[in-house]
T-cell receptor
């Protein structure tokens, strides 16, 4: 297990197209998070899962965004009808949540989305 | 929700000098405070973290201090080296047995170490 893996690394799409990103977390981690990062800003929370359950969604996550983690392992983030404002780095992170709290928050390398 | 503010936004220091980055948070229930280093085009990487049951933690040239009363925490890097140049993010999280919230990040500090 080499850490959190995200695919693709880069995605260029035309406005109005749909895109889907994939995140493979660290295998023993039960929590998976999606963040969005624009240039010069810190990561902004989008949503997170514990196992297959989506526990929280940010107001940033409009109805064009949907995330799934069907088997509690990898997750996908889909953006429908992309807009230029969706251009950003999409980061995935995973962690192990247990009785002691949340540990081992590890980020993937991200998917850089450019909407033209 | 939690609001994390980070200062300064940019910081330049001479090699060998110390660098200090400060963050404040708003949610008194937050009890986990990690710091991340992000180099250009790379993922944020955890460099040090502190939990609310301690006031200070040190790892070689890096230290973090936490003042829960004032709701602020700081990152201290001593004997800076050019490879310390990066963007540093602080974050705050409420983490307990009933369910952890996500991390709220500061806006980042771009540290430049001048050789």
């Amino acid at each position: 297990d080499t850490g959190v893996s995200q695919n693709p690394r880069h995605k260029i799409t035309k406005r109005g197209q749909n895109v889907t990103f994939r995140c493979d977390p660290i295998s023993e981690h039960n929590r998976l998070y999606w963040y969005r990062q624009t240039l010069g800003q810190g990561p902004e929370f989008l949503t997170y899962f514990q196992n297959e359950a989506q526990l929280e969604k940010s107001r940033l996550l409009s109805d064009r965004f949907s995330a799934e983690r069907p088997k509690g392992s990898f997750s996908t983030l889909e953006i429908q009808r992309t807009e230029q404002g969706d251009s950003a780095m999409y980061l995935c992170a995973s962690s192990l949540f247990g009785l002691g709290g949340d540990y081992g928050y590890t980020f993937g390398s991200g998917t850089r989305l450019t909407v033209v | 929700g939690e609001n994390v503010e980070q200062h300064p936004s940019t910081l330049s220091v001479q090699e060998g000098d110390s660098a200090v980055i400060k963050c404040t948070y708003s949610d008194s229930a937050s009890n986990y405070f990690p710091w991340y280093k992000q180099e250009l085009g790379k993922r944020p990487q955890l460099i040090i973290d502190i939990r609310s049951n301690v006031g200070e933690k040190k790892d070689q040239r890096i230290a973090v201090t936490l003042n829960k009363t004032a709701k602020h925490f700081s990152l201290h890097i001593t004997e800076t080296q050019p490879e310390d140049s990066a963007v540093y993010f602080c974050a705050a999280q409420t983490s307990d047995q009933t369910g952890a919230n996500n991390l709220f990040f500061g806006t980042g500090t771009r540290l430049t170490v001048i050789p």
